[in-house]
T-cell receptor
Framework: SAVISQKPSRDICQRGTSLTIQCQVD?????MFWYRQQPGQSLTLIAT?????????ESGFVIDKFPISRPNLTFSTLTVSNMSPEDSSIYLC??????????????FGPGTRLTVL | AQSVTQLGSHVSVSEGALVLLRCNYS??????LFWYVQYPNQGLQLLLK??????LVKGINGFEAEFKKSETSFHLTKPSAHMSDAAEYFC????????????FGAGTRLAVHP
C-alpha cells in the first residue's frame, strides 16, 4: 500500500482565517479523496481530487469553502476557507488505484486535526 | 444507493473474550465490503476486504469477517481480544467495478478491559 503523509498534523486557527492542508503520496495514484471527520463522528467525503481537472464535490460541500488542488499524481491540497468553530474536525486524505487487482479500497493518511477558535 | 449500518456504537469486552462487531449493508449492486480500524490520533488502517472471492475473509491482527448475502451482513470477529485492539472500527461499502466511493458506517468503539 502507498505511504501517505499530511501536513500539518494539527493546527489551531482563528475564525475567519484559512488553512491549507497538504497530502503527499510516495507513489503515483489515480484517485485522491478528502474526508472530514467531526468529533466523535464517522467520515464524510468532501470531494474527489482529479488530476488535471476540477475536483468533484459532494452534496453540502462547495469549492469556495473547500478549494482543492491536484497538480500531479502524488500530491493534493485542501484549503479550509473563512473558518468557523464548526470547521473543527479531522481532515483526512485517501488514495485509490485502478488496476486489475484493485477493489476500490482506499488507503488513508494520518489526518490533520484542526481546531478553530 | 448504498448504505451501512453498524449496530452498537460502543462495545466492551474482556481481554481474551470474543470480539463481535456488527455490520449490515444495503446495496443495489454486488458490493465490495471493508473493515477499517482507527487508533487514537491516527488515520484509518484497512483490516480486511470482501471482494467476492471468498465469503470468509481473514485480515490483519487476527480479525476475520464473513459475508452473508442472505442476511446482508459482514460482521467482524476476533476469537480473543487483546488490549491493543481498543480502537474505533468502521465498516464501509463500495459498488463493484470502476471507481466507486466508499460509504462508511457510523463506527463502533471497542473497549477492552482486563
Amino acid at each position: 500500500s502507498a505511504v501517505i503523509s499530511q501536513k500539518p498534523s494539527r493546527d489551531i486557527c482563528q475564525r475567519g482565517t484559512s488553512l491549507t492542508i497538504q497530502c503527499q503520496v510516495d507513489s503515483q495514484v489515480t484517485m485522491m479523496f478528502w474526508y472530514r471527520q467531526q468529533p466523535g463522528q464517522s467520515l464524510t467525503l468532501i470531494a474527489t481530487a482529479n488530476q488535471g481537472s476540477e475536483a468533484t464535490y459532494e452534496s453540502g460541500f462547495v469549492i469556495d469553502k473547500f478549494p482543492i488542488s491536484r497538480p500531479n499524481l502524488t500530491f493534493s491540497t485542501l484549503t479550509v476557507s473563512n473558518m468557523s468553530p464548526e470547521d473543527s474536525s479531522i481532515y483526512l486524505c485517501s488514495v485509490q488505484n485502478k488496476g486489475h487487482l484493485s477493489y476500490n479500497e482506499q488507503f488513508f493518511g494520518p489526518g490533520t486535526r484542526l481546531t478553530v477558535l | 444507493a448504498q448504505s451501512v449500518t453498524q449496530l452498537g456504537s460502543h462495545v466492551s469486552v474482556s481481554e481474551g473474550a470474543l470480539v463481535l462487531l456488527r455490520c449490515n449493508y444495503s446495496s443495489s449492486v454486488p458490493p465490495y465490503l471493508f473493515w477499517y480500524v482507527q487508533y487514537p490520533n491516527q488515520g484509518l488502517q484497512l483490516l480486511l476486504k470482501y471482494t467476492s472471492a471468498a465469503t470468509l475473509v481473514k485480515g490483519i491482527n487476527g480479525f476475520e469477517a464473513e459475508f452473508k448475502k442472505s442476511e446482508t451482513s459482514f460482521h467482524l470477529t476476533k476469537p480473543s481480544a487483546h488490549m491493543s485492539d481498543a480502537a474505533e472500527y468502521f465498516c464501509a461499502v463500495s459498488g463493484a467495478g470502476g471507481y466507486n466511493k466508499l460509504i462508511f458506517g457510523a463506527g463502533t468503539r471497542l473497549a477492552v478491559h482486563p
